[in-house]
């Protein structure tokens, strides 16, 4: 299900009969860039479409859980195990906010990042990043024991042939690291659950106004973010892991009392307007997965 847009105008020029085209000045035009992510890592879709959207060519390497964290670690220089990273021919910059930090000093100005509206998005961005940790773990709460074969595939689908024996083998044990590190617990899991619902519930609140966009009626990082890190429970169908009709038929009890709410909806939606092909390499074009 998707929203009929409320303010048609949003989404056309000035003129009222053509799109809005992406604008996409640069000041940096080396390419070199490569962005290390997980498949099921709504903070790396978040970058991930932020490149795309902006035509900023990259090439995109999905790292198999457990053998990422050595090159994590190596790469970040943070003491961190977390992706996104994203290598450039200088530097590599570890999380979503210091990757955004570092395209507007490099790419900008990007329309996506506007200078004049900038609080406000990274404030959206900001509040949505805080679930990213609740969102993960509502999803394994509700996937593992249930979804484990799915979930295997998922981690294995980008992994050498060595490395995918070891995860089915090892599979209970790396379960089991992945509760304790998420705190997956009946009542963590159920403070998830609360906490992704009050923010539905604001996403809801800001929809109720008219708007479409949720920052001076343009498509920016904010949508990306908000879109990005609600995908896991939205299921947008262009979503390589979570449009898969397996992700959605094994998580359908566990979002039912959400799957409809309008906050939803425009997560979709903004799936169906804005995410466009995934150019990094590491995914088969959008058409084929659509399509089969």
């Known amino acids: 299900m998707s929203i009929t847009p409320i303010l048609r105008s949003e989404l056309l020029s000035e003129n009222g009969d053509q799109p809005l085209a992406r604008i996409t000045p640069m000041k940096n035009t080396a390419s070199g860039l490569t962005l290390y992510t997980f498949a099921m890592s709504h903070y790396s879709e978040k970058i991930r479409w932020t490149l795309d959207h902006s035509h900023i060519p990259y090439r995109e390497v999905c790292m198999t859980p457990v053998f990422h964290m050595l090159p994590a670690l190596r790469m970040g220089k943070q003491g961190q195990t977390t992706l996104p990273i994203l290598q450039t021919p200088r530097t590599a910059i570890q999380n979503s906010p210091r990757i955004l930090d570092w395209l507007i000093d490099n790419y900008g100005p990007l329309d996506i990042l506007p200078a004049e509206h900038l609080q406000a998005v990274r404030d959206i961005e900001q509040r949505f990043d805080a679930i990213g940790k609740d969102v993960a773990r509502f999803l394994y709460a509700n996937s593992f024991g249930k979804a484990d074969e799915h979930i295997l595939k998922l981690w294995t689908d980008h992994a050498s042939a060595p490395q ?49 966009y949720l920052v001076n009626n343009r498509f920016s990082a904010a949508d990306i973010t908000v879109a990005a890190l609600l995908a896991p429970i939205a299921c947008p169908a262009q979503h390589p892991v979570y449009g898969e009709p397996l992700f959605a038929a094994s998580m359908a009890d566990a979002i039912q009392p959400w799957r409809d709410r309008k906050a939803l909806q425009w997560v979709r939606h903004m799936y169906d307007l804005h995410r466009g092909e995934f150019t990094g390499g590491a995914f088969s074009p959008q058409s084929d997965r659509l399509r089969a």
Do not use: C, M, S
């Open 164 to 212: 995918a024996a070891f995860l089915r083998l090892a599979y209970p044990i790396v379960r089991w690291g992945f509760r304790r590190k998420l705190h997956i617990t009946a009542k963590r899991a159920d403070l998830a659950l609360q906490r992704i619902t009050r923010e539905i519930n604001w996403l809801d609140t800001q929809l109720a106004d008219g708007r479409f």
